[in-house]
C-alpha cells in the first residue's frame, strides 16, 4: 500500500514540475511580447528624439575631454595638473547626476 502511496507522489511531483515548467515559458513568452509603443525599431518621433539627444549629450562630453585635454596639455605645475583633475571630476559627477 505504501508502494502505491510512493509513486502517486512521485507522479504528482512531476506532474507539478512539469505544469511549472510550462507556465514558466507561457508567462515568459507572452513578458517578451508586451510592447508599450515605446520601442520603435526604426526611424519615427522616438528614434529621431532619442538619437538626437544621443549625439547632444556626446557631442558635450567630447567637448569637455577636449578641454580637460587641453587642460594638462598647458599644465605648468602639478597644481595645474591638480585644478585639470579636480574640473574633469566636477564635469564627471555633472553626467552622473543628469542619468
Known amino acids: ?6 509513486f502517486k507522489k512521485e507522479e504528482f511531483t512531476k506532474k507539478t514540475v512539469i505544469l511549472a515548467a510550462a507556465l514558466s515559458l507561457a508567462l515568459m513568452g507572452s513578458a517578451f511580447a508586451v510592447d508599450n509603443g515605446q520601442s ?5 518621433p522616438n528614434f529621431d528624439q532619442k ?3 544621443i549625439i547632444k549629450k556626446l557631442d558635450e562630453r567630447v567637448k569637455k575631454t577636449k578641454e580637460a585635454q587641453n587642460c594638462v596639455q598647458a599644465a605648468k605645475t602639478m597644481d595645474d ?5 579636480e574640473n574633469r571630476m566636477e564635469h564627471l559627477k555633472e553626467i552622473e547626476n543628469i542619468k
Open 81 to 85: 595638473l591638480k585644478v585639470c583633475r
Open 40 to 44: 520603435q525599431k526604426g526611424p519615427g
Open 1 to 6: 500500500m505504501q508502494a502505491n502511496n510512493i
Open 51 to 53: 538619437k538626437a539627444s
